[in-house]
């Protein structure tokens, strides 16, 4: 059963993980998305007279209509010219900033395709807390399935002599890469 639930995961680790470790030689093109506003000025005053914690509510969500974003749980960062904001997320990156003298308005999104999206669940990265829950989950879930595993092959090691020398070399060849060939 351990292994029914672990099947989908398992395999999109594999291939993910085979991803990775050739990500020099999959190529893709990022896509870039920048767009342009001008905050109007009674909101540029809230913004300028909020805290340096979030935003004041209306300039927050005027951001969020006029981009098509949500800033929930984004912390910003400001100075004295600037408020700026960073959107990461699995397979992109984003940012938001509004110059504080002038209200103007820079958005940039950058998507780089599915590959980097599966690699970035793989890796949990900008993923937040619900997958890297599910993550933590599933490796104990194939923790499960492993050790399930193992005591079967101790069940069943009588009736097949190749059983052990097997589990050894399963132990002994990453064991062999690691100490010799790895630099």
Request: glycine share 10%; hydrophobic share 50%; with cysteine.
């Amino acid at each position: 059963m351990s292994s029914a639930i672990c099947m989908v995961g398992m395999i999109l680790f594999a291939i993910t993980g085979i991803t990775l470790n050739h990500a020099g030689a999959i190529e893709s093109e990022p896509v870039t998305v920048t767009r342009e506003a001008a905050m109007p000025a009674p909101l540029l005053a809230d913004l300028r007279a909020a805290p340096s914690g979030l935003p004041a509510p209306a300039p927050r969500r005027w951001l969020e209509g006029e981009l098509d974003i949500s800033l929930a749980g984004r912390t910003p960062e400001w100075n004295d010219a600037e408020l700026y904001i960073a959107l990461p997320r699995a397979g992109g990156d984003g940012w938001v900033s509004v110059d504080l003298a002038s209200g103007a308005v820079l958005y940039e999104d950058t998507g780089r395709g599915p590959i980097a999206y599966l690699n970035d669940l793989h890796k949990g990265r900008d993923t937040g807390p619900a997958w890297s829950w599910f993550i933590d989950l599933f490796a104990g879930a194939c923790i499960i399935f492993c050790v399930t595993g193992f005591l079967l092959l101790q069940l069943h090691a009588r009736k097949r002599p190749s059983t052990w020398p097997i589990v050894g070399a399963g132990v002994l060849i990453p064991l062999f890469l690691i100490i010799f060939l790895m630099h």
